[in-house]
C-alpha cells in the first residue's frame, strides 16, 4: 500500500493490505511493528476486516466494533452536533479543505472518511483571540444506530483558542478528526467521552503543528461501552510543542484506550505526553499504546512520554505499551516511561497516621493521582464537573 500524494478528493487505489501481520507464516511478509510504518489509504478495502491478531487490534475487542467495520453508510440522524456557540467559526462548503494533513490508517477511520460529511470545519480567524472555549456536543440518539463523522479545527496564524467536543448519549460511531495549528498559533483541543455504557466510540485524531505554534491535546474517556480514541501529532515546525494529555475512569466490563503517536520533524521541539488511568470492577480494561519518534531532522528535541495507572480492584486490567524511536544523535533530552499498580501503601499509611480514615485516604490518594491531568485542561467549570465525577466513581467502589 502507498501513502496518497494526490488531494483527498482524488481517486485513490491501492492492492496491498494495510498490515500482513497475521499473514506472516502464510506469505512470509514482515509484520509492521512500528507506528511510523503504517501504511495509510483513503480506500477501505485495501485494509480488509481486522482480526484482533494485528499489532494495531490485537488488544482491542475487534468483535464489539463490527458495526463500524461495514462499508455502508451510517444513519443520518445517528449523532446530532450542538453548534449554538461554534456558527462564527464554521466555514460551510469547506469540503475540500479536509486532508490537508490526514490519512486514515484503520478501517473505521476509512470508513469514516468515505460516509461521513465533510460539513464542520471550526477555524479561528489569524489574530484571535478567544477567551472561551468552543464547546461542541455531540450527541447519539441511540446504541443500535451507527455514524460516521469528519471534524476539522484550524487555527490561523498567531491565533488562540480552546476547543471541546463533548459526546454524550449513545451510538457506534466512527469519526476523523484533523487538527491543523497553523504559524505562531496556539491550541488547545479536548476530546471528552462522557457516553452512556453501550455507546461504542472509535476515533483518529491527527494533528500538524506549524513553526513557533502550539497544540495541547486532551483525551478524557469516562463513558462507553468500548472507546478507542487514537491521536497522533506531527510537529512540523521548526520550534513547534506538542502536549498530548490523557484521563479515563474503566468502570467493569469498559474498555477505554488510546494508541498515542508523537513525531517530531522540526528542529528544536518540545513534546510531552502524559496519560492516566484508574480501573474499578470485573473485566475493567484500559489500553495505552505511546510511540515517539524523533525524526532524522528533529535536531534539538526535548520529549518525554509517560503512562500511568492505578488498579482500584480485583479483575481489572491495564495495558501499557510506551515505544521510542531516535533517528538523529543531536537532541536535548528524550525518554519514556510506564507505571500499573494498586494503591501505595505509604501514601496510605502517611494520611491514615495522621487521623484520615482508611476510605478517606484511599479517596484523597485517587483524587490526587488523577487531578495531575484534570488542573490542566484551562477550564475551571470544566475542572469541576469532572473532579464530581470522579468522587462518583469512588463512591461506587466503597459502597
Known sequence: MTTPTTTPTASRSSSAHVDPAAQVADAGFVPVQTRSE??????????????????????????????????EPGDPDAVTYGLDAVEALLQPGEGDAYGEFFRPEDLPSALAWKHGPRGLHIQVPAEAELDEPVLVPITGAGADKRAFGQILIEAQPHSRATVVLDHSGSVQYAQNVEIVVRDGATLTVISLQRWDDDAVHAAAHQATVGADATLKHFVVSFGGGVVRVNPSLELTGAGSEGYMYGLSYADAGQHLESQVYLHHKGAHTKGDVLYKGALQGESAHSVWIGDVLIGPDATGTDSYEANRNLVLTEGARADSIPNLEIETGDIVGAGHASATGRFDDEQLFYLQARGITEEEARRLVVLGFLSDIVQRLGIPALEQELLAAIETELAEVQA
Open 38 to 71: 503504517r501504511p495509510h489509504s483513503f480506500e477501505p478495502a485495501d485494509f480488509g476486516a481486522p482480526t484482533g491478531r494485528e499489532v494495531n487490534w490485537k488488544h482491542t475487542p475487534v468483535a464489539k466494533l463490527s458495526g463500524l467495520l461495514t462499508d
